[in-house]
C-alpha cells in the first residue's frame, strides 16, 4: 500500500470504508494502520496473517504506545481484514486492549473565566467561550459556519459531528450577544471561525497551541488544559447545576449514556451532596 499510487488492494479498502460511509477522519486512521502494519513487515498485508497481526501488536505494545492508540491501529486492521478480506473471524483474532479510564481535568468556573481572558483576541475569546458555552469537540467547533448559527430558534447546528451525526445544541443568549458583535467586528462569510492568513477554517491543531498559549497566560499550570478540556467543563458544570444526564448526553452528542456517565466521578456538588448510607442508621456502636 505506497502513497505513490493506489494499488488494486488499498482501492478496494477505500471502497469498504466509502460504501460504510466512515468519516474521512477514521478512512485515513485505518489506512495509515495497514500501511504501517506492512512496513513493519515489508510484504502486502494480504500475504500477512493474525500471527504477524499478533507480534505486530506485542511490537506496539514493547514501543509503551497508550492503549488507545493501539487499539485505533488494531481497528484499522480488524476492517482490513474482516471487510476487505472477507475474514469473518478477524474480530476474534484481533483482540483490543483494556483501557484505563482516567479522571478528565476539569477546571473551576473561575479558571474557565481565567483562562478566556487570556485569549490573544476577541476572535479567540468568542470561540473558546462558543466551545465552553455548547460543549462542542474542537473539530465540530472549527467547522463552524455563519449559516449554522439559528438565532431565531437559540440553537447551533452542529453538521457531521462525531460518528457523521448532526446535532442541535442550545445558543445561550450571552453567546449570542457576543457572536453578534464578533461578526459585526469581523464579519465571516463562509467559516464563522476564518483562518487570517487563507480565510479557510481554523485547524484543530492550531486551535490546541492557542490554548496552550492560553492556559500558562492564565497561570493554570498545574493542570494539562486542552481544548477538550473546555468540553469536559462544559458537561461537569452542567451536571452540577442539577440538569438531567440524558439531556447532557444529547448536548454531548455521546452515542451511549455510559459516556456522559464519567463525569459524575468528577462532579464535585454531585459528589458531596450525596447522602451515604451511614447517615440513615438509627444507632452506632459506642466509639
Not at 494480504?46 to 505494545?61: A, I
Not at 438531567?244 to 448526553?249: A, G, K, L, N, S
Request: aromatic share 8%; charged share 25%.
Amino acid at each position: 500500500m505506497k502513497n505513490d499510487t493506489i494499488s488494486p488492494l488499498r482501492q478496494r479498502m477505500l471502497e469498504d470504508m466509502a460504501l460504510r460511509n466512515l468519516a474521512p477522519a477514521t478512512q485515513r486512521i485505518y489506512l495509515s494502520a495497514v500501511q504501517k502494519f506492512s512496513l513493519y513487515f515489508g510484504r502486502s498485508p494480504d500475504r500477512l496473517n493474525f500471527e504477524n497481526v499478533r507480534e505486530y501488536q506485542l511490537h506496539l505494545v514493547s514501543r509503551k504506545l497508550q492503549p488507545n492508540t493501539i487499539n485505533a491501529m488494531m481497528a484499522g486492521l480488524r476492517f482490513f481484514y474482516k471487510v476487505t478480506m472477507g475474514q469473518a473471524d478477524a474480530t476474534t483474532h484481533i483482540p483490543l486492549m483494556r483501557r484505563s479510564y482516567k479522571l478528565p481535568v476539569v477546571l473551576s468556573q473561575n479558571e474557565v473565566a481565567d483562562f478566556l481572558k487570556a485569549a490573544p483576541s476577541f476572535k479567540y475569546l468568542t470561540l473558546f467561550t462558543t466551545i465552553y458555552a455548547t460543549g462542542l469537540r474542537v473539530s465540530e467547533a472549527a467547522a463552524l459556519k455563519v449559516e449554522d448559527i439559528n438565532s431565531k430558534r437559540m440553537v447551533i447546528h452542529v453538521k457531521d459531528g462525531k460518528g457523521r451525526k448532526d446535532r442541535y445544541v442550545k445558543l445561550p443568549q450571552r453567546l449570542l450577544l457576543m457572536l453578534r458583535l464578533y461578526w459585526k467586528r469581523q464579519r465571516p462569510e463562509k467559516w464563522l471561525f476564518p483562518s487570517r492568513r487563507s480565510k479557510e477554517r481554523l485547524t484543530s491543531r492550531s486551535l490546541q497551541r492557542t490554548c496552550r498559549k492560553m492556559a500558562k497566560a492564565a497561570g493554570i499550570i498545574d493542570k494539562h488544559v486542552t481544548v477538550h478540556t473546555l468540553r469536559h467543563c462544559f458537561a461537569t458544570h452542567l451536571l452540577e447545576d442539577g440538569v438531567d444526564i440524558r439531556i447532557i448526553q444529547h448536548l454531548m452528542g455521546h452515542y451511549h449514556i455510559t459516556s456522559t456517565a464519567h463525569y459524575v466521578r468528577v462532579a464535585t456538588n454531585v459528589i458531596r451532596e450525596t447522602p451515604s448510607p451511614l447517615e440513615k442508621l438509627k444507632t452506632l456502636p459506642p466509639l
